[in-house]
């Protein structure tokens, strides 16, 4: 069983930053794919960004340039820098973690407010 814990939400003024992680824990599985989703009120869930075992990564065009993922396959660990944060990335940010083999994994998010 594979438990996703994830850290780094908060309110923060339009323009500033936050870093968001996700330390996946348990034993016998390797990780494939980490990501970061995220689900506004009255919204879908959304794709942020995701990072492959080897270093590959996606963005979606909203946060291009201003939101970066790495990842230490070590520690397990997923992170998502966010900067020059907008109004419109308000959103619980959730963890995904894809194993090698097995069933998706998701965290239970992270509230991310960006309000003057």
């Known amino acids: 069983q594979v438990q996703l814990v994830e850290s780094g939400g908060g309110l923060v003024q339009p323009g500033g930053s936050l870093r968001l992680s996700c330390v996946a824990s348990?034993?016998?599985?390797?990780?494939?794919?980490m990501g970061w989703y995220r689900q506004a009120p009255g919204d879908q869930r959304e794709q942020v960004a995701t990072?492959?075992?080897?270093?590959?990564?996606y963005y979606a065009d909203s946060v291009k340039g201003r939101f970066t993922i790495s990842r230490d396959n070590d520690k397990k660990t997923v992170y998502l820098q966010m900067n020059s944060l907008k109004p419109e990335d308000t959103a619980v940010y959730y963890c995904?973690?894809?194993?090698?083999?097995?069933?998706?994994?998701w965290g239970q998010g992270t509230q991310v407010t960006v309000s003057s």
């Open positions: 990072i492959t075992r080897g270093g590959n990564t």
């Open positions: 995904r973690v894809v194993p090698v083999f097995g069933s998706t994994y």
């Open positions: 348990g034993s016998g599985f390797s990780i494939s794919t």
